[in-house]
């Protein structure tokens, strides 16, 4: 905190040049953008969280609920070919009637369930097999990895502004002081080997 103190822009350190309280400033800026970007991440994340609980509502709408008929041995298919990975869910095929008209479909089923069992199968409104209705948490999860995108973008894009301001001030001093050096003695250098 003490360092912080009088590295600050208004600090009356004699000893600060203009391109340290520059620097100085410059940080605090960053670190204020950063800051300003949270109550935004926050708004964003709301609506973007929002929007895909109302999408989600919409799809569940749709989708209602049968009771289908295991009419095969479940089988458990491997994740991916080739690899040696713990094998999925077992998949049978189930039957069911919707609208009139019987359906069949290879779908996953739980894993003690055997040839002629009841399972419960999620269809569309055209009475297709579709994926089971999904929670108000996803609609959570996507809000909160939109607001900590937002925030880490700004966090990143704050630092590397920093840095490119630090490496140009960086080289300003180096200049700075070789211009020192060459007014103090012309002939010896801050490299010169014949420096003590």
């Known amino acids: 905190m003490r360092r912080i103190c009088r590295t600050a822009p208004w600090s009356r350190n004699r000893l600060m040049r203009r391109s340290d309280r520059f620097q100085a400033t410059w940080r605090m800026l960053a670190a204020l953008l950063v800051a300003a970007c949270v109550p935004v ?108 995108l937002i925030v880490l973008a700004a966090a990143c894009g704050a630092a590397l502004l920093a840095w490119c301001a630090d490496r140009f001030l960086a080289r300003r001093h180096s200049a700075d002081w070789a211009e020192e050096w060459r007014k103090i003695s012309p002939t010896i250098g801050p490299n010169h080997p014949g420096r003590a």
Not at 52 to 62: D, F
Not at 83 to 96: E, F, K, N, R, T
């Open 41 to 148: 991440a926050i708004t964003a994340g709301i609506r973007t969280a929002d929007g895909a609980a109302a999408r989600i509502h919409a799809a569940n709408a749709t989708k209602t609920s049968v009771t289908a008929t295991v009419v095969s041995d479940p089988i458990r298919l491997p994740r991916a070919a080739g690899q040696s990975v713990a094998p999925g869910p077992p998949q049978a095929m189930v039957q069911w009637n919707a609208h009139g008209q019987t359906n069949i479909a290879l779908v996953d089923v739980p894993g003690t369930a055997e040839r002629g069992d009841k399972v419960v199968h999620w269809v569309d409104a055209t009475g297709q097999a579709t994926t089971p209705p999904r929670s108000d948490s996803d609609a959570v999860a996507q809000g909160v990895s939109t607001g900590v």
